[in-house]
């Protein structure tokens, strides 16, 4: 036991051994900076700001064991931190691109992201970690530094502001 946590250890000194860690979770990453910012490009630059952040603070990772929960809340801040710069949450909007394909959202998808981006922060987090990246509630607990307690009674809560939001639409369909 001792012998894996030096062997973590030497991993998150060494800068390829490090890096190699994070780009194991990239697919996760991105996946949740695109839910919280829904742009291609501002994912990307969160989960590079992220990976940033992570590299200059990995001494302060007490437990190596937990290194996904502990990347992942740092890129949850960087996304977090984003948001508040722009003073607005960013809504869903078509995106054009080199490439002239453009994708429509469907109304359902729209009408789910706006009443998601209604949902208080907290919440939000828990519901977005939940269904878009089907994590469990102990992995969000763990993520969120929060008791698994919490995170059940976080989901509940914002679930019924979810349902609250899509009902105000007079569309009964979503509940």
């Known amino acids: 036991m001792e012998s894996l946590i030096r062997e973590e250890s030497v991993i998150l000194s ?7 860690l994070v780009a194991e979770h990239k697919k996760t990453l991105y996946g949740i900076a695109h839910s919280y910012l829904r742009s291609e490009a501002d994912a990307l630059e969160m989960v590079q700001e992220a990976t940033c952040r992570a590299w200059i603070k990995r001494r302060s990772l007490k437990d190596e064991g937990r290194f996904s929960p502990w990347l992942i809340r740092i890129l949850i801040n960087c996304c977090n931190d984003e948001l508040k710069r722009r003073k607005r949450v960013i809504p869903s909007e078509i995106q054009g691109g080199e490439s002239s394909v453009i994708e429509m959202a469907s109304d359902r998808k729209l009408d789910m992201e706006r009443a998601l981006d209604a949902v208080k922060p907290k919440y939000r987090q828990v519901l977005v970690l939940k269904y878009y990246r089907d994590m469990t509630l102990s992995e969000i607990a763990a993520v969120l530094d929060r ?7 976080w989901l509940n809560k914002g679930l019924k ?3 609250d939001k899509m009902k105000g639409k007079g ?5």
């Not at 008791?147 to 009674?153: A, C, H, I, R, W």
């Open 14 to 20: 060494d800068e390829e051994s490090f890096f190699g």
């Open 147 to 153: 008791p698994e307690g919490t995170v059940k009674t």
């Open 161 to 163: 502001q979810l349902r």
């Open 171 to 175: 569309d009964d369909r979503y509940v």
